[in-house]
């Protein structure tokens, strides 16, 4: 049976940006956002490498890896962990280059390596913001009101109605 539930299929394909730990060679953690996060099949992620060379190299020495794919909007998200491969050539790798070509746009010739993630334990993430008892509702319009905040005075003013 597939580890990768349809709802956290749909996360990673909305979100795309996972944020993926490594073990760097002197056992601290290395963190990297990857916005070309996306699901291969039930049991694997994958992203392309097209500048990830301490998360590459420390996926060489020790395949440990998570990636975290949260929503900011809802505040609620998953955390993949497993062990990581990195595909330089071969079938798959050309398979999964053409994927991000072909549904993402992404350059091909930019990708370096493929990193291929087999899922070996996916929780879900939760937001605090939840245990006061708050919807997923309220919770989206405050996110909304604050992004929206972000990009202008505009957007501020309707922040204060």
């Avoid at 060679?25 to 996306?38: F, V």
């Avoid at 008892?133 to 003013?157: C, D, M, P, V």
């Amino acid at each position: 049976m597939a580890r990768l539930t349809e709802e956290m299929k749909r996360v990673v394909s909305e979100q795309r940006l996972g944020f993926v730990a490594t073990v760097c060679p002197d056992g601290t953690p290395n963190l990297s956002p990857k916005g070309t996060t996306a699901v291969w099949d039930g049991d694997h992620l994958v992203f392309a490498d097209i500048r990830s060379p301490a998360t590459v190299k420390n996926l060489r020495l020790n395949p440990a890896i998570e990636i975290n794919v949260v929503d900011p909007i809802v505040r609620k998200g998953f955390r993949f962990k497993g062990t990581g491969r990195v595909l330089e050539g071969g079938p798959l790798f050309s398979e999964i280059r053409e994927f991000f070509r072909r549904e993402r746009g992404l350059n091909a010739e930019r990708v370096q390596s493929i990193v291929l993630i087999e899922v070996t334990q996916a929780r879900p993430l939760v937001s605090p913001a939840y245990d006061d008892g708050a919807s997923e509702q309220e919770i989206s319009e405050r996110w909304t009101r604050y992004f929206t905040a972000l990009r202008g005075e505009e957007a501020a003013e309707a922040v204060s109605d």
